[in-house]
């Protein structure tokens, strides 16, 4: 079936570090968004990608969208501490978002 | 304005009992889906529906079933209760259907089953 996957599953870094997350997709996606997910909150909706590779900025997160439209990658530089949390892709597939598992990012100051 | 809003936010059920979980959208958004959050897993999609017809289903069992009304809210219901449903339950709202729409998630109902 559809799948997304995504990772690495957890990430620990020092602060200051760079951090990166994978997205994949087994078929090709018409689009792919990124959400933020606090411990105990909701997701909430950072991005989406739809051209093939799109690359899009948000201060120090920047997010790209293969050529295939089959992955996607988000980069945080200089990690902060209140950049901790699960971040998740999500790929659009037949009018239907699919996520990937995540990735639990702790920073530790 | 509103965010999007669930209840309850915590419920404890038993199995083969069922229960009925609530959305409202966010004002003007017409497009209501329903998600699955196992602990340490990413949303899995179970519904959508927008102008009050269902407009996709995910992998999941006749048990669950949905409805919007006619003033965009809507009910997820889930029969015959397994301890494999325990999760926490996330409605979005966007303002139309479609993959492209940007979701925007509710604080979820936390549904445990003993």
């Known amino acids: 079936g559809q799948q997304v996957m995504q990772i690495p599953q957890y990430q620990h870094v020092q602060e200051g570090e760079d951090f990166t997350t994978y997205c994949n997709s087994s078929?090709?996606?018409?689009?792919i968004q990124w959400y933020k997910q606090r411990p105990g909150g909701h997701p909430v909706f950072l991005i989406q990608?739809?051209?093939?590779?799109e690359v899009k900025k948000q201060k120090r997160l920047t997010f790209q969208f293969g050529e295939a439209k089959k992955n996607s990658s988000l980069h945080i530089t200089a990690t902060q501490t209140t950049d901790v949390g699960t971040y998740f892709c999500?790929?659009?597939?037949?009018?239907?978002?699919?996520f990937g598992q995540g990735t639990e990012l702790s920073v530790k100051p | 304005d509103a965010g999007v809003t669930q209840s309850p936010t915590h419920l404890i059920k038993t199995r083969g009992q069922h229960v009925t979980l609530r959305c409202s959208p966010i004002?003007?958004?017409?497009?209501v889906s329903w998600y699955q959050q196992v602990l340490g897993q990413g949303p899995q999609f179970i519904f959508q529906?927008?102008?009050?017809?269902?407009?996709g289903r995910g992998n999941f069992p006749d048990r669950f079933s949905a409805r919007q009304f006619p003033n965009y809210s809507s009910e997820l219901n889930v029969n015959a209760l397994l301890l494999g449903d325990s999760a926490l339950y996330l409605c979005?709202?966007?303002?139309?259907?479609?993959?492209?729409?940007?979701?925007?998630f509710g604080d979820g109902t936390r549904l445990s089953i003993l």
């Open positions: 979005a709202s966007s303002l139309v259907t479609g993959g492209f729409q940007p979701q925007h």
């Open positions: 529906y927008y102008e009050k017809e269902e407009r």
């Open positions: 078929t090709t996606l018409s689009n």
């Open positions: 999500a790929g659009g597939q037949g009018g239907k978002l699919i």
């Open positions: 990608l739809v051209k093939s590779g």
């Open positions: 004002s003007g958004h017409k497009s």
